[in-house]
């Protein structure tokens, strides 16, 4: 029965959304139907994207659901679309977040509404592309069609600063992906394919001229691109102004998914292209890592601003991915799969939170807060449940990630661990500080004392998200029974040059 | 018998005169609206006259159509119908006639009388179907100054204003001082080679050494043709004649001849296998995309912005020049058309936003354009993000095969300098963006209402854009099929050990 479906469905999932917002253009300008059709279409898109865990083949380390056909004939582009463990979960973790992202925007967008939700669902399909492509410029062409869609959300919908950001925002990646282009380029100059599997069989053989002297360039190309998408220390300054500015949508997305676009990247292309350079410059690049996870806790202690507390705590968790996938270890490799999964859900739920707040206040100063316990204890319930998941506490979904990347980086160098492990005990710091200053208390300014609590829709968009984080926590084993082979299968060169090395 | 001789002394068969009919049916079109233009009123001679020019339009694609079929020399080895002409022929023409679509709301709106306007464009389009079929450089000579008369005439026609007549003036002398350059390095070429034919000055210049008066005649040759382009550092008239020609004009002038002269380029540079012409062409191409984009980056003027932006553009396909032949042909004809798209597409907007007496042309008169008109700011947009060089315009593809076409001949300096290049352009483009969708206007701007004409033009446009984004194989296979009969007459073998010299 899933025969047929099993090539079909990767580009039902990725196109379904786009098609919507095509579909949407010519809806009438009824705000109403407009938000119910949205969320019916990313639901939708979520029902479809079950398929894909449903009937996968767990043992199977390869690519699933491919489909291959020619695009164009000269240069060689195919419409080549595959998932394997890592890239399916990051699949599901969009369309996961979508119909969230459609729920939490449902009363605080009243202009341009069509736009928005067209736009929001343009920005899935071109996210859902950049996992399922397997042509490096299929991935080329998803990337950098992600960049429109978010920076119109953010310039349009967003608040304060909002240009300066969205057009900081544009610039960062768009300069950054062009050393991408090139390498891509240069690779298909010299293996006349653009397609991933085959580059890599041409480079694993040996069969790319003039590979050896390009190999550095090549790596750095792709490293920069995709560092500033994670972003790493020091590329990170357009991550909180985006964040700041960006309508709750916007951040949901942009926390949950696009920086993952940078760690996935990092995971397929340059440990999957580059084994020897990756290892070549893992020393520096571990300790661009520990940096960010320092340095990003240190500086969300100091944030007077609610969504800047989280944008740099992004900046540090998302330096316990790259610090995992450095450590080319398997459970550093899990784990750095882990924390991006876990982070996209309880970031995704802490903006979702500060949206929440924001729509009723129109501020994210934590200064104007203060004892919210009281007005709001539903709101309280949830912030305190995510912000615990996100501290790392045991049996939430947190701790698994951090705890998997922190063994796999203490078998590859004990600083690392040792360094990253105060990294969780930073982040507690500041969450818990953050939650202590705006929840507990008396209630510090009087109009506060009338807000009202969380509505029945968004607790419908909140209740998903702290399901998954206390799944995710006690049955980790659910994802990691898929990842695991896919993380098996991307390390397989690097044991092979271990063993090189030991033999010598 | 030298069978050029033996040609001469034949008369003309009417296969000769089916290899020029589309020029033939040009020159009856516009005869007939000079000659109808003094017998109508002013009232109805803008619909009538410009129902004919573009009836003429129509008429020469059907005669290229005809031409198509009967490929060969004609008029004594001076004509040349190959799939590389008829290329440029569609091109032109086709500009031509969305111009036309875009002139007939414009000139109403300036309240200009149509006469000779329509006739002038025709005419000017005789010269440039000529340019690209024509082998002998005399004839080249003759057709590029039909072509230039033309366009100089036209840049002046809003007569009230002084900075058309300015324009033109300027346009006017400039121009002539180029062509005369061209027409010198045509006299040196003589006398280096003892022909004026592009094939047998091929033969000449691959056979035994090449007189140094070869190099000075090329590097005569190039100036003229240079300032055809646009190229730095003979761009200096384009901002200025930009702004002032109207704008419906200004669309014509940056594609249509353009795209001849690049044409004449071709033919010059990769038939007769131009000597010496790799360095020149690697500075004049680095030069024109760094001085274009980053004298546009200070722009408020839209004209002047798109004027830069146009040098640029020259810029990227100069750099295909320096490419080997077939894939350096083939990349600039993609170029060219792509770039003719999206660049007469954003001029249609650009002229009817103008309204009278061209008074709205600064970046400030586009804000909050995307509330106010949003076809024609979604228009704009997508013109925009074509010539930055996003995926799904054309103007993607148009970067990618000339990058790629640079990477595969080992020219990675000049690859880097273009992929900068067009980071850099990101920003002036995303600006206009910006303004149009994130800006609220200042004062009240009037747009006027959609007219049916314009309307086709930019629906053409856009589908072109896209089109060539989506499929472009189609485009690209005809342009590779054409340019590989350009290059085996151009002594490939040569060609290659020429530039193998000179690798970067």
């Known amino acids: 029965m899933s025969g047929g479906l099993d090539n079909l469905i990767l580009t039902l999932v990725t196109f379904i959304p786009a098609a919507g917002g095509v579909l949407l253009l010519l809806f009438p300008r009824r705000d109403r139907d407009i938000r119910v059709f949205a969320l019916i279409v990313s639901l939708l898109t979520f029902g479809l994207s079950l398929h894909l865990i449903a009937h996968v083949h767990r043992a199977l380390p390869g690519f699933q659901y491919e489909v291959d056909k020619p695009w164009i004939s000269a240069p060689n582009i195919h419409y080549h679309m595959g998932v394997d463990g890592i890239s399916m979960w990051l699949v599901l973790l969009t369309t996961f977040l979508t119909p969230l992202c459609v729920l939490i925007s449902w009363k605080s967008i009243q202009e341009r509404v069509k736009e928005f939700f067209i736009l929001l669902l343009i920005l899935e399909t071109a996210l859902i592309g950049v996992f399922t492509s397997l042509d490096l410029f299929l991935f080329y062409f998803f990337w950098e069609s992600t960049l429109i869609p978010m920076a119109l959300l953010i310039g349009i919908y967003g608040h304060g600063r909002k240009v300066y950001a969205a057009v900081k925002f544009f610039l960062y990646t768009m300069v950054a992906s062009v050393f991408m282009l090139a390498a891509m380029l240069w690779l298909y100059a010299k293996v006349g394919s653009f397609d991933f599997v085959t580059i890599q069989n041409a480079i694993r053989s040996g069969q790319v001229p003039g590979f050896a002297a390009a190999a550095p360039w090549l790596f750095l190309g792709f490293f920069v691109a995709f560092a500033v998408k994670v972003p790493l220390f020091p590329f990170h300054t357009w991550l909180p102004d985006a964040h700041v500015e960006a309508p709750t949508a916007g951040s949901v997305l942009l926390a949950g998914v696009l920086l993952k676009m940078g760690t996935y990247g990092l995971l397929r292309f340059n440990l999957g292209l580059f084994p020897e350079q990756s290892r070549h410059n893992a020393a520096w690049i571990a300790v661009l890592a520990l940096i960010g996870i320092v340095y990003g806790a240190l500086v969300a202690m100091v944030q007077p601003n609610l969504k800047k507390v989280i944008a740099y705590s992004s900046v540090s968790h998302l330096g316990f991915v790259v610090l995992g996938i450095f450590s080319f270890t398997q459970a550093g490799l899990n784990g750095a799969m882990f924390v991006m999964l876990a982070h996209g859900v309880s970031t995704g739920a802490l903006f979702m939170l500060a949206g929440i707040i924001y729509e009723r206040k129109h501020t994210y100063e934590i200064a104007d807060m203060g004892g919210l316990a009281t007005p709001m204890p539903n709101y309280a319930t949830f912030f305190s449940f995510i912000v615990l998941a996100s501290v790392g506490l045991p049996l939430l979904n947190g701790f698994v990630g951090e705890f998997l990347v922190l063994s796999g980086a203490f078998q590859a160098n004990p600083w690392y661990g040792v360094i990253g492990a105060t990294g969780v005990i930073w982040s507690a710091c500041y969450l818990l500080w953050m939650y202590q200053r705006v929840f507990f208390g008396k209630v510090t300014h009087a109009e506060n004392n009338t807000l009202p609590d969380l509505s029945a829709r968004e607790q419908l968009a909140l209740w998903p998200t702290a399901i998954a984080a206390l799944v995710m926590g006690v049955a980790p084993l659910l994802w990691l029974n898929v990842i695991d082979p896919a993380v098996h299968a991307t390390l397989a060169p690097f044991t092979q040059l271990a063993g090189k090395v030991v033999g010598q | ?504």
């Open chain 2, 1 to 504: 018998m030298n069978p050029a001789l033996q040609a001469a002394q034949s008369i003309p068969a009417a296969v000769d005169y089916v290899r020029i009919l589309p020029e033939i049916v040009l020159a009856i079109f516009g005869m007939a609206i000079m000659v109808l233009d003094p017998l109508m009123d002013e009232k109805n001679s803008q619909k009538i006259l410009g129902g004919i020019g573009l009836a003429g339009t129509v008429a020469a694609l059907l005669s290229t159509w005809a031409m198509a079929q009967s490929p060969g020399l004609a008029f004594y080895n001076m004509v040349r119908v190959d799939g590389f002409s008829v290329f440029f022929h569609v091109l032109v023409i086709a500009i031509a006639s969305v111009v036309i679509l875009t002139s007939y709301g414009y000139m109403a709106v300036q309240r200009i009388r149509a006469g000779e306007y329509y006739g002038l464009i025709l005419f000017g389009l005789v010269g440039m179907c000529l340019m690209s079929s024509a082998l002998e450089l005399v004839l080249i000579f003759i057709a590029l100054e039909i072509s230039s008369i033309s366009t100089y005439i036209l840049a002046g026609f809003r007569r009230r204003s002084a900075i058309s007549s300015e324009s033109s003036l300027k346009y006017f002398l400039l121009g002539s001082f180029a062509t005369s350059f061209f027409l010198y390095g045509v006299a040196l070429m003589f006398g280096a080679t003892g022909s004026t034919n592009i094939d047998e000055i091929s033969v000449a210049l691959n056979s035994g050494p090449i007189p140094m008066l070869a190099y000075v005649a090329m590097a005569l040759m190039f100036v003229g043709l240079g300032f055809k382009v646009a190229a730095a550092p003979f761009h200096v008239w384009t901002p200025d004649v930009y702004e002032g020609a109207p704008a419906p004009i200004v669309g014509f002038m940056s594609t249509a001849p353009k795209a001849a002269a690049f044409a004449v380029l071709l033919r010059v540079v990769f038939e007769a296998n131009a000597p010496g012409r790799f360095w020149l062409i690697w500075i004049l191409a680095a030069l024109s995309m760094t001085l274009g984009n980053v004298a546009a980056l200070v722009q408020t003027n839209i004209k002047r912005l798109l004027a830069y932006s146009s040098i640029a553009h020259a810029g990227y396909m100069l750099v295909a020049f320096a490419a080997t032949p077939q894939l350096g042909t083939s990349a600039v004809m993609f170029y060219a058309a792509s770039y003719a798209a999206m660049n007469v597409g954003a001029f249609a907007v650009v002229s009817h936003l103008a309204n009278a007496g061209e008074r709205y042309v600064t970046l400030e008169d586009y804000a909050g354009l995307g509330r106010r008109a949003p076809v024609l700011a979604g228009a704009l947009g997508i013109f925009l993000i074509s010539l930055i060089g996003i995926p799904i315009t054309g103007g993607f593809f148009a970067k990618f095969y000339v990058f790629s076409a640079a990477l595969q001949s080992n020219l990675v300096g000049l690859t880097i300098i273009g992929l900068i290049n067009s980071a850099i352009g990101a920003y002036y483009y995303l600006k206009v963006i910006v303004v149009m969708y994130m800006r609220e206007p200042r004062e009240e701007v009037p747009v006027l209402p959609l007219s049916p004409s314009l309307g086709l033009a930019l629906a053409i446009t856009l589908a072109a854009t896209l089109y060539l984004g989506v499929v472009p194989g189609n485009v690209l296979e005809f342009a590779q099929r054409s340019a590989a009969s350009l290059v085996q007459r151009g002594a490939t073998e040569a060609a290659g050990v020429q530039i193998s010299k000179h690798r970067l």
